[in-house]
Nanobody, 120 residues
């Protein structure tokens, strides 16, 4: 099972980016999917998460600017980031709690990081 993240890049302040995180492999179901970020010299922090039922959770710093969504049929989560600020510059990591086919145990997976850089 793998998580593939994509969509990072360089954008000016006020701009938008959309991140995608696709899970592939022998997957039975995915509970929570989320995005974390880590800026230089800082700890990794939760940005946003979404359950399989669509319940969302956001860091206070991104509320009203970022929107997380998922397509359960495609095992993919998205993070739409609008009104980006230089403070949003970080490596963004996707995360998923996955049940493998034939298994009753949840496995936590991390995707490779994708760099988001917001210039002022």
């Amino acid at each position: 099972v793998q998580l593939q993240a994509s969509g990072g890049g360089l954008v000016q302040a006020g701009g938008s980016l959309r991140l995608s995180c696709a899970a592939s492999g022998s997957i039975s179901s995915i509970n929570e999917m989320g995005w974390y970020r880590q800026a230089p010299g800082k700890q990794r922090e939760l940005v946003a998460s979404v359950t399989s039922g669509g319940t969302t959770n956001y860091a206070d710093s991104v509320k009203g600017r970022f929107t997380i969504s998922r397509d359960n049929a495609k095992n993919t989560a998205y993070l739409q980031m609008n009104s980006l600020e230089p403070e949003d510059t970080a490596v963004y990591y996707c995360n998923a709690h996955i049940f493998y086919t034939g298994s009753y145990y949840v496995n936590v997976h991390w995707g490779q990081g994708t760099q988001v850089t917001v210039s002022s």
